[in-house]
């Protein structure tokens, strides 16, 4: 194998997929970047065995072949030429030469054979999006997820197809998070379940693609295709909570507020909080007073007012600081509602005007 390539576009393909290299000291060719050299093309693959990818790189091949090499020896030598424009990359007896205009580099090499295979999925039945589409979706919601739960179900992000809405949702028992996305119809999609830490990839990987992406679903498996990237991901075979029964219908206290001066006091209240990061909100429409209060015994309190619109009825309860902070860099809008069903009930936030998205979060005992 010998090739030649702009060092820019290979550094770009090498980092994305160096991030999904696997870590498996039983199979220690996963920590490597598959490279395969035809056609005027230069394939780069990595795999998890739980999440896959693909990219492509335009190269002039002088050489067609394979190798595999140690994904993160690759990628950090290739950040660390700052100055170079092309790249010259060759196979001699098993070790990979890569030459610039300044340096000269020999890189030991893996065992080819040994390398998974990344699925490809037909896209018989596929339908596609905007990737910014699916990337807000998964942004919204995925903080919501639990991490390393029991439960595969509540580790994953629920997406659903309903109407015109593609839905994202997403919780932890403790909290809920659900985005409407406005999309074409998509006649054979039903619903799938994204590993969390897989959401999380996906959102890195496809974050800066402009394009419309393909999406094929197949045997537990989603494939996504966009900007030159393919990305194979494992899904859950589950089935997610019926979340709806728990959002309250009825709203007995409502603050409306704007969002930064929320943002900004819960800063300044998660210097007081104790070890269990808890708030204290107090809702007074008759004082027209909405406070938050932390308080942490080794350290001393305090108690922050906020400018509010209030209405219904007197409520003091706890929450979970991160648990209600999370949610605001999911709401665009200047201002939010703040929902409040009563003592023991959940607290339902969403942006003034918009009904896309909607988050809940249970509140906790008072201590």
């Given at each position: 194998?010998?090739?030649?390539?702009?060092?820019?576009?290979?550094?770009?393909?090498?980092?994305?997929?160096?991030?999904?290299?696997?870590?498996?000291?039983?199979?220690?060719?996963?920590?490597?970047l598959f490279l395969e050299a035809k056609d005027n093309t230069l394939?780069?693959?990595?795999?998890?065995?739980?999440?896959?990818?693909?990219?492509?790189?335009?190269?002039?091949?002088?050489?067609?072949?394979?190798?595999?090499?140690?994904?993160?020896?690759?990628?950090?030598?290739?950040?660390?030429?700052?100055?170079?424009?092309?790249?010259?990359?060759?196979?001699?007896?098993?070790?990979?030469?890569?030459?610039?205009?300044?340096?000269?580099?020999?890189?030991?090499?893996?065992?080819?054979?040994?390398?998974?295979?990344?699925?490809?999925?037909?896209?018989?039945?596929?339908?596609?999006?905007?990737?910014?589409?699916?990337?807000?979706?998964?942004?919204?919601?995925?903080?919501?997820?639990?991490?390393?739960?029991?439960?595969?179900?509540?580790?994953?992000?629920?997406?659903?197809?309903?109407?015109?809405?593609?839905?994202?949702?997403?919780?932890?028992?403790?909290?809920?998070?659900?985005?409407?996305?406005?999309?074409?119809?998509?006649?054979?999609?039903?619903?799938?379940?994204?590993?969390?830490?897989?959401?999380?990839?996906?959102?890195?990987?496809?974050?800066?693609?402009?394009?419309?992406?393909?999406?094929?679903?197949?045997?537990?498996?989603?494939?996504?295709?966009?900007?030159?990237?393919?990305?194979?991901?494992?899904?859950?075979?589950?089935?997610?909570?019926?979340?709806?029964?728990?959002?309250?219908?009825?709203?007995?206290?409502?603050?409306?507020?704007?969002?930064?001066?929320?943002?900004?006091?819960?800063?300044?209240?998660?210097?007081?909080?104790?070890?269990?990061?808890?708030?204290?909100?107090?809702?007074?429409?008759?004082?027209?007073?909405?406070?938050?209060?932390?308080?942490?015994?080794?350290?001393?309190?305090?108690?922050?007012?906020?400018?509010?619109?209030?209405?219904?009825?007197?409520?003091?309860?706890?929450?979970?600081?991160k648990y209600f902070t999370d949610c605001f860099q999911s709401i665009?809008?200047?201002?939010?509602?703040?929902?409040?069903?009563?003592?023991?009930?959940?607290?339902?936030?969403?942006?003034?005007?918009?009904?896309?998205?909607?988050?809940?979060?249970?509140?906790?005992?008072?201590?």
């Amino acid at each position: 194998m010998k090739i030649e390539c702009i060092k820019e576009r290979l550094s770009e393909s090498v980092s994305k997929a160096e991030k999904i290299a696997g870590k498996n000291p039983t199979l220690p060719v996963l920590a490597g970047l598959f490279l395969e050299a035809k056609d005027n093309t230069l394939t780069i693959r990595a795999t998890n065995l739980d999440l896959g990818i693909s990219t492509t790189v335009p190269a002039k091949v002088i050489e067609p072949g394979q190798v595999v090499v140690p994904a993160q020896i690759l990628s950090s030598f290739l950040n660390s030429l700052s100055k170079e424009k092309s790249i010259t990359l060759e196979l001699v007896d098993q070790v990979l030469k890569v030459v610039t205009s300044n340096t000269e580099t020999s890189i030991k090499t893996l065992n080819l054979e040994d390398f998974p295979i990344v699925p490809t999925i037909a896209d018989d039945e596929g339908f596609s999006l905007p990737a910014k589409d699916l990337v807000n979706g998964l942004k919204s919601v995925h903080y919501a997820a639990a991490v390393g739960s029991m439960k595969p179900e509540l580790s994953s992000i629920f997406i659903n197809y309903e109407g015109e809405n593609l839905v994202f949702a997403a919780t932890d028992s403790f909290r809920l998070a659900e985005k409407k996305i406005k999309v074409k119809k998509i006649p054979h999609f039903k619903y799938i379940l994204i590993p969390q830490k897989n959401a999380g990839e996906i959102i890195r990987i496809f974050d800066s693609v402009d394009d419309d992406i393909s999406i094929s679903i197949h045997d537990n498996q989603i494939a996504l295709t966009g900007g030159g990237i393919y990305l194979v991901s494992r899904i859950i075979d589950g089935v997610f909570p019926d979340y709806r029964q728990i959002i309250p219908k009825e709203t007995t206290s409502k603050v409306v507020v704007l969002k930064q001066d929320l943002v900004t006091s819960l800063k300044t209240s998660l210097i007081f909080s104790d070890t269990f990061n808890q708030l204290h909100l107090t809702v007074s429409p008759l004082k027209k007073k909405f406070e938050i209060e932390t308080k942490n015994s080794n350290i001393g309190q305090n108690t922050y007012a906020i400018q509010a619109a209030i209405e219904g009825e007197e409520l003091e309860i706890n929450v979970n600081h991160k648990y209600f902070t999370d949610c605001f860099q999911s709401i665009p809008a200047d201002s939010v509602d703040v929902k409040f069903a009563g003592q023991a009930r959940p607290i339902v936030i969403d942006g003034v005007g918009d009904k896309t998205f909607m988050y809940l979060v249970m509140p906790m005992n008072r201590s």
